[in-house]
């Protein structure tokens, strides 16, 4: 989930196990919700998204839920293979607000 | 389409040295921005642009300036490097969704040291 410093929380999975990776956020005006994955070296790479009006939305092998009560979302991966091995973002946005608030991120390892 | 592309990919400096780093987006997206990450750390937005030339302020903008003279190209530039600079940079690209960006795209990185 989010955290503040130099040290990203990390997840370790074993392989063919669901992961499921959580980020709280801040603001009860954010209305869009988005989910990246960042591999080693790489850009980050849009995952799945879900907009405020929605709990749940399922894409290839993922899945966000948001729970609009407690301000959590969380990323679902189903049958965790080496590839997922990354570093996972949140990202919020406010309605009206140019930019994205992103979280510090989750380093997810899966063990073979 | 290539997407986001940048340029350089790798750059060292001297401290005081100038540089600017090229981003360009082939998709026709209203909303552009720049990042820098930090190891071990999330993305920290410096500047934006909301359309061809119109740029704001992000999280860090001090040492930093940007253009968008056209709306498929943003540049970041910094007028004295210094070692605090020294960090891999991204460009990212949006389209408007409801008053707002969509999901936003990014570039490969630009990593740059200091010296």
């Known amino acids: 989930g989010e955290s503040v410093g130099l040290h990203l929380p990390t997840l370790s999975v074993q392989e063919g196990d669901n992961s499921i990776i959580n980020c709280a956020y801040s603001?009860?005006?954010?209305?869009?919700f988005i989910w990246y994955k960042q591999e080693s070296g790489k850009g980050p790479q849009f995952i799945i998204d879900?907009?405020?009006?929605?709990d749940k939305r399922q894409g290839q092998r993922v899945t966000v839920l948001l729970n609009k009560t407690v301000k959590h979302l969380s990323l679902q991966i189903a049958a965790t293979q080496p590839g997922d091995s990354a570093v996972y973002f949140c990202a919020d946005r406010n309605f009206g607000n140019e930019k994205l608030t992103f979280g510090t991120g989750t380093r997810l390892t899966i063990i073979p | 389409n290539a997407g986001v592309t940048q340029t350089p990919k790798f750059r060292v400096l001297k401290t005081g040295q100038s540089m600017t780093l090229l981003c360009a987006q082939d998709?026709?997206?209203?909303?552009m921005y720049w990042y820098r990450q930090d190891p071990g750390m999330g993305l920290r937005l410096i500047h934006y642009?909301?359309?061809?030339?119109?740029?704001a302020k992000g999280e860090v903008p001090d040492g930093y300036n940007v253009s968008r003279l056209k709306k498929q190209n943003f540049l970041l530039g910094l007028e004295s490097a210094a070692p605090s600079q020294t960090s891999v940079y991204f460009c990212?690209?949006?389209?408007?969704?409801?008053?707002?960006?969509?999901?936003?795209?990014f570039g490969p990185g630009t990593r740059l040291t200091v010296l």
């Open positions: 879900i907009r405020s009006n929605m």
């Open positions: 998709m026709n997206h209203e909303y």
């Open positions: 603001n009860s005006a954010s209305d869009y």
């Open positions: 990212a690209s949006a389209i408007p969704l409801a008053g707002g960006p969509k999901e936003q795209f």
């Open positions: 642009s909301v359309g061809e030339g119109t740029t």
